[in-house]
């Protein structure tokens, strides 16, 4: 599975990246909205891990991605690198990857990927440059045919800008991400993590998140990362039912994976 070598990858938020098993990475162009006829779940119920994988440094990074790959519909990843490891999990599953980088360090980018068993209908990618290192953090959407046809489920994946002086960079990364989100006619989760650590940081979250009325994910047990007594973590969604959600413990990363089970209402 090639790595694409191009600066166009790196400097254009415009594009995407995607990488199938048998297939040579290839960029994805925002109006490169295709018809599909293969919906993302054969029932109305959609399972997601959402998960800041910490660059798969940690040993058991991917014995935990193995585990989760087949009972999933959708692995929702920040801070993936596009590792041979990562690469070959892909393929082995035969998933369909979409990345948006936000940089590469030896020809391995890193930056969100949400990962599925078919290809999405429409991929957007974002980027915001941290205002103090300069270096971009990303942010993807992704629209999946679901079983009636008649609406699509879209998915918003983001690592959100860490330490900023203020709120403008960080206001201006999250209101860029919903207004995709807006005029959408129906099912959405919006999730990832949102360097939510200070009290204007969360209140500013929740305020948008209410302007276009969706929901928050709870947890009986609530063990996600936090940072300065705040969580970082959150799963949003609309026009969907939770089944389950919990949280699992683990070493493999320096945050925690959220899983969740929905059903399509």
């Known amino acids: 599975m090639p790595i694409i070598k191009s600066n166009k990858l ?31 779940t054969k029932s109305d119920r959609v399972s997601i891990l959402v998960w800041n994988i910490f660059k798969q440094k940690r040993l058991d990074c991917m014995r935990l991605l193995e585990e989760y790959a087949d009972n999933t519909t959708l692995l929702i990843l920040q801070e993936a690198q596009t590792t041979p490891q990562l690469l070959n999990f892909i393929h082995s599953h035969h998933k ?19 990962i599925a068993n078919i290809a999405p209908i429409k991929s957007i990618g974002f980027k915001e440059k941290e205002p103090l290192i300069r270096i971009p953090k990303s942010a993807l959407v992704t629209q999946y045919q679901i079983l009636d046809h008649k609406r699509t489920l879209l998915v918003a994946n983001i690592h959100a800008v860490n330490f900023s002086f203020g ?19 129906g099912p959405i989760i ?18 948008l998140i209410r302007k276009i009325n969706l929901k928050m994910v709870n947890f009986s047990s609530d063990i996600r990362k936090t940072f300065m007594g705040r969580p970082l973590d959150f799963v949003f969604y609309r026009d969907l039912k939770i089944e389950q959600a919990k949280i699992v413990h683990t070493n493999a990363s320096d945050h925690n994976p959220i899983l969740v089970d929905f059903i399509i209402s």
């Open 96 to 114: 369909i990857a979409d990345q948006v980088p936000a940089y590469a360090f030896k020809d391995v980018y890193s930056g969100v990927m949400t």
């Open 167 to 185: 709120l403008k960079i960080y206001r201006q990364q999250i209101r860029i991400l919903l207004n995709q989100l807006v005029s959408h006619e």
């Open 190 to 207: 919006l999730a990832g993590d949102f360097n939510s650590w200070s009290r204007q940081r969360l209140h500013l979250l929740y305020r």
């Open 10 to 40: 790196l400097f254009n938020a415009d594009y995407v990246v995607r990488y199938e098993a048998g297939c040579q990475a290839r960029l994805i162009e925002p109006d490169n909205m295709v018809s599909s006829s293969m919906p993302i």
